[in-house]
């Protein structure tokens, strides 16, 4: 015998299957509400890391190129120096004294801009300790110091051309 379903009965099988219904599209909207706010998240972390490596990276190019602007500028007063004494023999502009202020300076910075520009830098030291007391008078004193100074120079263009 087959079971009569009564009126009442009836309209709850519809609304049971029609909330049954109603919750499964739900659910299939919420996971996708979920993978949105999923996938926003991971993107908004990944450009905030990116965002802050950049940032790192702007800051170290920025430092180096403040050093090296103001190391080349203390290597052409350094050479001012050398100048002054050998070629004009003043004693007041071209003060020994002043160059190892300049001298030490340039070591400061050098080792801001990178491990080749501070060897250089602490070549140049050398030279200068070695041969500070003799550009009054020795040709080759210059020339031994113009060198150094040069290939400071040099490592410093290096060093600025490669930066991104």
């Not at 190892?100 to 501070?118: A, E, F, T, Y």
Request: proline content about 2%; charged content about 25%; aromatic content about 10%.
């Amino acid at each position: 015998m087959k079971k009569v379903i009564s009126l009442p009965d009836r309209k709850r099988t519809v609304f049971t299957r029609y909330a049954i219904f109603c919750f499964m599209e739900l659910e299939k909207k919420l996971k996708g509400y979920y993978l949105t706010a999923l996938f926003s998240v991971v993107f908004a972390v990944v450009g905030f890391s990116y965002n802050a490596w950049r940032l790192e990276v702007s800051e170290d190019n920025s430092n180096i190129r403040t050093a090296s602007f103001e190391v080349l500028k203390q290597l052409a007063e350094l050479e001012q120096i050398i100048f002054t004494r050998h070629y004009d023999r003043d004693i007041q502009k071209g003060n020994p004294r002043i160059g190892w202020v300049k001298v030490g300076l340039v070591l400061d910075l050098s080792m801001l801009i990178s491990p080749k520009v501070n060897l250089k830098a602490e070549n140049l030291r050398e030279d200068w300790k070695n041969n500070w007391a003799l550009i009054a008078f020795e040709q080759g004193a210059v020339d031994t110091l113009s060198n150094s100074i040069d290939l400071v120079r040099n490592e410093i263009k290096i060093v600025l051309s490669q930066l991104k």
